[in-house]
């Protein structure tokens, strides 16, 4: 309510500037035209009174009308153009305070949505842990061996969970750094193949299909990074997609680049979302309302880590439904590999 009251008090006192320059502008002009006609009859009178003129036409046709005349001009036009400056400053002024509120605002619900979020997926995961070695620990002589070891797998995949939640917001803060990537020649395919077996147990029940196109070249990057960017895209069309969620990965080579597309059938994104869902913390909806999991660090690290990948990533919509990410990366050549194998070894 305060912030309210803060921004219609600025945009009243702007809008107040505003018209005062107008006002201002426009007695500037009348004063200006008193003063140009008080010269007039000034010059007419003293004129007249050497005998240079006989009747006031031979005035308007004098050179000390025509210089009146230009420097009323003159003056004019600074008046209009002081007025053009001071108008189109206000304004820009407004523009650029506006813009800065909407940002202010924007970054203080990120960062609350950020809050509420690490704080559940912080929690959650130590629950479970928690949960779980009390189990064992108070129970634990009365649990069969099968009990024991589903309990021991729950905390497990719970401390892998907060493992990733961890890593995620490191690699976030050292990707706006001086981060340095082991850059060597990847098998993209084999990359994404391994992603999506590992994926596929952890996920029985969704349907991720793989379809690489044949004869497909080599890029030149970092194994954990690409690595990390394909188990976000396929972690975010599962997590976005309704129960059994269906992905379909495809791997292309078109001209120079290799394209990857994560194309699932879950709910979309709406346009204005595809403008800000690669920004650091940002997720879709409110904290409040959003029953999905996350920190909203995965696209943001993917996009950088693609970024630092010399390559490009977009967001399209699926047809029927759903959303489709798009990943290009630049081809490297035999002798760029051979090259790049040489410095490895060496």
Not at 50 to 71: H, N, W
């Amino acid at each position: 309510m305060q912030n309210r009251q803060l921004r219609f008090l600025t945009y009243f006192i702007m809008g107040y500037m505003l018209l005062a320059f107008v006002w201002w502008s426009f007695l500037l002009f009348t004063k200006n035209r008193d003063a140009f006609q008080a010269k007039i009859e000034l010059q007419q009178i003293g004129m007249a009174a050497e005998g240079v003129i006989k009747s006031p036409m031979d005035f308007y046709v004098s050179d000390r009308y025509q210089e009146l005349m230009s420097a009323y001009r003159k003056q004019e036009r600074m008046i209009m153009g002081e007025t053009i400056f001071l108008s189109l400053s206000l304004l820009a002024g407004i523009y650029v305070i506006y813009r800065g509120y909407r940002r202010e605002v924007a970054s203080s619900r990120q960062q609350r949505n950020f809050l509420l979020s690490i704080t559940h997926e912080l929690k959650s995961p130590l629950a479970g842990i928690r949960l779980a070695l009390e189990t064992i620990a108070k129970r634990g002589d009365q649990l069969s061996l099968d009990k024991r070891q589903m309990l021991s797998q729950r905390g497990i995949k719970e401390a892998d969970r907060l493992n990733k939640l961890v890593e995620d917001l490191l690699l976030s803060a050292r990707l706006e750094s001086a981060y340095q990537f082991h850059q060597e020649p990847l098998d993209l395919e084999e990359l994404v193949e391994r992603v999506v077996l590992q994926q596929s147990q952890q996920n029985p029940e969704a349907a991720i299909e793989f379809l690489p196109d044949a004869f497909l070249g080599r890029v030149s990057g970092d194994r954990q990074a690409l690595t990390s960017v394909i188990i976000n895209l396929i972690e975010n069309a599962l997590k976005y997609s309704s129960s059994p969620a269906k992905v379909t990965i495809r791997l292309r080579q078109q001209d120079k680049m290799m394209c990857l597309e994560v194309a699932d059938q879950g709910i979309g994104i709406s346009a204005q979302d595809k403008k800000q869902v690669f920004e650091k913390f940002y997720r879709v909806g409110s904290e409040d309302t959003r029953k999905t999991k996350g920190t909203g660090l995965g696209l943001f690290i993917v996009k950088e880590l693609i970024k630092a990948h010399h390559g490009t990533i977009k967001v399209t919509d699926n047809q029927p439904q759903g959303t489709v990410f798009a990943i290009s990366l630049p081809i490297i050549t035999k002798k760029e590999e051979e090259l790049s194998s040489t410095m490895a070894s060496s």
